[in-house]
């Protein structure tokens, strides 16, 4: 059984498609204004806690915020990249569940305004993604150094940014997180996974379609659907940290976050995958409505802490 609050988000639910008729500008201010708006429910519009500390950074010309919930700790430093398709997202529109990703981990979590296609398409957010995590690993929302553990996390477009972000980590030779979790990734450009038409009619939210639609606005022309920084799910895992994916049962993606889990798993990866029963894509943004948006928040937090 689901929660009452849940249904009434279904019920509210729309799919985030593109108007055929409108210009490529026009599809963008929609569904931009779309990510930000759907997180009010019933009316209930997200609020951050007195005690929470919300600061804003600028890391390298990119603007970015730290939010430090009660009792969180600033030497464990989390990087959040938010979801939106890519072309969409912002802090304003994040704050909420970044603040319970604070309060569920016990860390200091920086997250990045990265730059968004079509405006600027691949590689701009994964680079802008990478100097933030560069940037974090020598300053603190208080003071600068390094921390004693660094995490990554993010849904969504966000989830594939944070996976993407590791592949090239680790090819870099660079230092990378104690541990990630995502939610929801958006990890297949090629829509190759069976969810995608297996679960198209139990989805309420994303049309299939659509990710056509996305991929012509966030990716140069000749790029390389393959590409592990682009659908991470064809990458090598071998030699990431320990991470967690959840998806919802009832979304397209499901199964992208899934075949994710087994390759890595096969590398010898630590890796873990949860189907959360009934859920629908990026049920952790509305964790200030629905108990199980915020129920999968606090499993995330606890499986990061866990690997503090």
Not at 1 to 12: G, I, V, W, Y
Not at 162 to 189: I, K, Q, Y
Not at 289 to 299: C, D, I, K, Q
């Amino acid at each position: 059984m689901t929660s009452p609050e849940f249904q009434s988000l279904l019920a509210s639910s729309a799919r985030s498609t593109a108007n055929p008729d409108a210009s490529t500008e026009e599809a963008v201010a929609a569904y931009r204004r779309y990510c930000d708006d759907c997180r009010v429910i019933d009316g209930v519009v997200p609020t951050i806690a007195p005690t929470t500390l919300v600061k804003r950074v600028s890391v390298s010309g990119l603007t970015a915020e730290w939010i430090i919930a009660r009792n969180a700790d600033p030497d464990l430093r989390l990087l959040f990249i938010h979801g939106g398709a890519f072309i969409a997202g912002s802090l304003d529109g994040y704050r909420h569940e970044v603040e319970a990703l604070s309060l569920a981990s016990g860390m200091a979590v920086l997250a990045v305004d990265y730059r968004l296609a079509p405006e600027h398409p691949y590689p701009a957010g994964l680079d802008d993604c990478l100097v933030t995590w560069q940037w974090l690993l020598a300053n603190g929302a208080k003071s600068a150094g390094a921390p004693r553990a660094a995490f990554l996390a993010g849904p969504s477009a966000g989830g594939n940014l944070s996976l993407a972000l590791m592949l090239r980590l680790r090819d870099e030779g660079r230092p990378l997180p104690r541990a990630a979790a995502v939610f929801s990734p958006a990890a297949d450009f090629t829509c190759s996974s069976p969810s995608m038409t297996e679960r198209a009619e139990l989805d309420p939210s994303i049309d299939p379609q659509s990710v056509s639609w996305v991929a012509g606005l966030y990716l140069p022309a000749g790029t390389p659907l393959e590409h592990p920084h682009v659908s991470p799910v064809f990458g090598n895992f071998s030699g990431l940290p320990p991470f967690l994916v959840h998806a919802g049962e009832r979304e397209v993606m499901h199964d992208d976050g899934k075949r994710v889990v087994e390759n890595a798993r096969q590398a010898g990866v630590d890796a873990h995958f949860k189907t959360l029963p009934g859920m629908i894509h990026g049920i952790e943004y509305w964790c200030h409505f629905v108990p199980e948006g915020r129920a999968s928040l606090n499993e995330v937090g606890a499986f990061l802490k866990s690997r503090a």
